[in-house]
């Protein structure tokens, strides 16, 4: 087997590709090759939207070799080969003559339309990506209106180095003026061979030397300033919603414990008598205490949602532990997502052993069908929009399109890695489950509920649950959709850790809150209702990635927009299944406590 052309007689391969790698420095002599590596290019506001570099009517060598990649690198679209840039360490170059290209009208067409839709190209030196733009394109004017394009036929490499290692590289083109490109092609006038355009590539390269060493390059890195800077230190808008949500969250529990007070302390001033007699005159949550441990429907569904909500909030964690150690470089293309790949297949046993465990102890009888269901609750939904994604890149030629080789790679870590320890995770739940902990019996037969007030509704609960926690996260929610869906390098990742703390603790606050006002109308029916309300959380989040898209980005057309809309109702459905399954947990536990300090039989 092989994986993108990676040898087979080495067992660290498969290693490679499934698990994020470190940037280690590689240290050159003088004179010693520095490969440069084209990579992609596409337009410059749509960052998924990617296509090999090699697609346009560029200079390449007779034979393409790519570079062996990562699993990482390949999801992230990279389709990195050799160029014909002559790079040796620490010697400069001045107007190296790369090739001489002739290109017809068709492929000056082509250049044309890549300039007006802003394409830039990402070539990789020593793991640096270098970014520039294809051309020049300048409006001016309504009466006369000019339209002028050009093409970038010189590039300027500068090149820092220290010791003996490279520390960063950029281009540019600031003392090159363009080649102009006209409607046509062979009207141009510059260089015109049979109808075409005859173009020459030349380059430099300057070598400068830094006192930044190789362990902090990627410092110099984030300070570059291709693509806008968006992301800054927002420790004033973080440190708002923190009080925010100190307030609420002490708002709550100040409340509840003086209304639960009293209600013990009315509820517990009982004459002597059997449990039946507490309901003569009663009312409240005291007085569905028969009832209130009633097993919900769907038993399996249910514990198919806590046991994949768990196996995203262990992935979520481990991520973010992960990367506050400082595992994911930003010189290594796909690290997050190489990691995050293993973490889910690993992952897996959790969502098995939590949902299989629980099932079991609400007395479930078909727990094989549970742990089908619970493998396929996630990944059914992601496999379809995958398809329907990768698809339309696949028909537009994107590198965003995976290879057939890195297809059957995902689908072998599920199939041998993923479903198996979920198996083996549903099978030892099943094994350990005890009896479900309820504090007092249930009735056989089910009392009616009264009617509800309209603001105890469950699209009410889900509105007040799903905003409270999505109001304690749009600060953060802008930057983490910049860096997934933009070009930035997220750093902050503990500010990350804190506001993921934070959206936990409301979100199990609110339920538990919710969940009173629920039970204190007589209605017993909140295992269903406390993932709904905080869960409903991933709908605000797929409304702003509306609002994101339409206003806060520049990105159109179709590839881009179904990649975008598809993927963020994934990560509006993962916030469902986590803030669900902690919101069920809170709740769950505050039932218990609440009836176990009643004085009942």
Known sequence: LYILGLPTDRLCVLVL???PHFGWAVSYKQGDPVILYVNKVGPYHNPQETYHYYTLPVCRPKEV??????????????????????????????????CKLTLSEKEVDQLREAIEELYYFEFVLDDIPIWGFVGYMEESGFLPHSHKVGLWTHLDFNIEYNGDSVIFANV??????????????????????????????????????????????????RDYSFFPKTLEIHWLSIINSLVLVVLLLGFVIIILMRVLKNDFARY???????????????????IIHTDVFRFPPYKSLLCAVLGVGAQFLTLATGIIVMALLGMFNVHRHGAINSAAIVLYALTSCVSGYCSCSFYTQIQGQRWVWNIILTSALFSA??????????SVHWWSGSTQALPA?????????????????????????????????????????????????????????????????????????????????????????????????????VGACISVALTYFLLSGEDYRWWWRSVLSTGSTGIFIFVYSLFYY??????SGLVQSVEFFGYSLLTAFVFSLMLGTVSFWASLAFIRYIYRSLKMD
């Not at 517990?268 to 005291?286: A, H, R, T």
């Not at 009410?460 to 959709?481: K, Q, R």
């Not at 860096?483 to 936990?504: K, N, Q």
Request: glycine letters at 10%; a neutral charge.
């Open 268 to 286: 517990n001033v009982e004459e002597d008598g059997s449990c039946d007699d507490l309901d003569q005159g009663d009312n409240g949550w005291k």
């Open 550 to 555: 339409h206003n806060r980005s520049n990105m």
């Open 172 to 221: 540019s083109v600031k003392d090159v003026k363009p080649e102009p490109i006209e409607e046509g092609g062979g009207d141009a006038g510059h260089g015109v061979s049979s109808g075409g355009l005859t173009v020459t590539h030349t380059y430099s390269v300057r070598w400068f030397e830094s006192t930044l060493p190789h362990s902090r390059r990627a410092e110099r890195l």
């Open 17 to 19: 590709c499934l698990l």
């Open 381 to 390: 939904p992601l496999f379809f929009t995958w398809s329907v994604v990768n």
């Open 405 to 505: 080789t890195t297809v059957l790679l995902l689908l072998g870590a599920w199939v041998l890695v993923g479903f198996p320890l979920t198996v083996i995770g549903g099978i030892v739940g099943k094994n350990r489950a005890g009896n479900f902990q309820a504090p007092c019996r249930t009735r056989n037969i089910a009392r009616q509920i009264p009617q509800q007030p309209w603001y105890k509704h469950t699209a009410v609960h889900m509105a007040i649950g799903g905003f409270l926690p999505f109001s304690a996260i749009s600060v953060e929610l802008y930057y983490i959709f910049a860096t997934a869906w933009g070009r930035e390098h997220y750093t902050l990742y503990g500010i990350l850790l804190c506001v993921f703390a934070i959206l936990l603790s």
């Open 65 to 98: 070799r790519h570079k062996a990649l990562s699993l990482g690198e390949v999801l992230d679209g990279d389709r990195m080969a050799e160029s014909l840039y002559n790079i040796h360490f620490k010697e400069n170059t001045e107007r190296q003559t790369l």
